[in-house]
């Protein structure tokens, strides 16, 4: 079965993260290595990466994901892309020193530019960050998007497209957002919307290729191309995909992290629903 977590605050040092989402039970967990809002951060220091590799082997955590800056974006215009690879390298290295093995970005916008134009510059990008980080071992996961504007990513078949373009590089994989898909179109929140989706998950790039999911209920309706996040069950998705997920085998191991909203039940409540799910199925 997939492995429950949620996205963790690295308040007070990341070491404090793995804390925080031990207290909490949590298998797998997410989280910012750098203010997501910035281009730059001051490196770590030996005693962070130390404090950081301690507190991870001490914890009942299994696998830990890191979440890229919401600033990259692969695709934009020349100078954007410059910059985006640079931190995208700098947050795979970043996740090297700290033993952390898969990083989630967004795939990026096309702006103002036709939709195949902006997959060539994000697959080329791909390729100059790839290049640039040979032998340091973290997967990129392109997430699924719920297509808002130009953002590229609203469909598996174009996550594979781009991978495919890319020889199906073995540090690549996608992180699949049941909240964005809905938003995409995507009918996710029946039984046979969960399976059509792991079907066409399979049948277009393999399962082995999803390195993680995102949970969350969603608050817009499906095909609204927006991703207002929602407790579980709280939205207009339903608890059905998310009890399958949570007990699907075909995902053993992988991270399902929570993306819900962090007031109301937060992430204790919606975890223990999770688990409650995860035995109903």
Sequence with gaps: MPLLGAHISAAGGLHRAIERADALGCEAMQVFTRNPLQWHGKSFSESEIDAFRRAFLASGIKSVV????????????????????????????????????????????????????????????????????????????????????????????????VIGALDWDRRLGICADLCHLFGAGLDVGTEGGYERLVASIERHMGLDMVGCWHVSDNKGARGGRIDRHAHLGEGQIGIVPFGMLAADERFRDTPLILETPKNGPGDAGNLALLRKLRGSW
């Design 66 to 161: 890191s979440h890229a800056s919401y600033l990259i974006n692969l695709a934009g215009e020349a100078p954007v892309r410059r910059k985006s690879a640079d931190a995208l390298k700098a947050e795979i290295e970043r996740c090297y020193q700290l033993g952390i093995d898969a990083v989630v970005l967004h795939p990026g916008s096309s702006k103002n530019m036709p939709p195949e134009e902006a997959r060539g510059f994000l697959v080329s990008s791909l390729k100059n960050v790839l290049d640039g980080t040979d032998g340091l071992g973290v997967t990129i996961l392109l997430e699924t998007m719920a297509g808002q504007g130009g953002v590229l990513g609203s469909s598996i078949e174009e996550l594979a497209w």
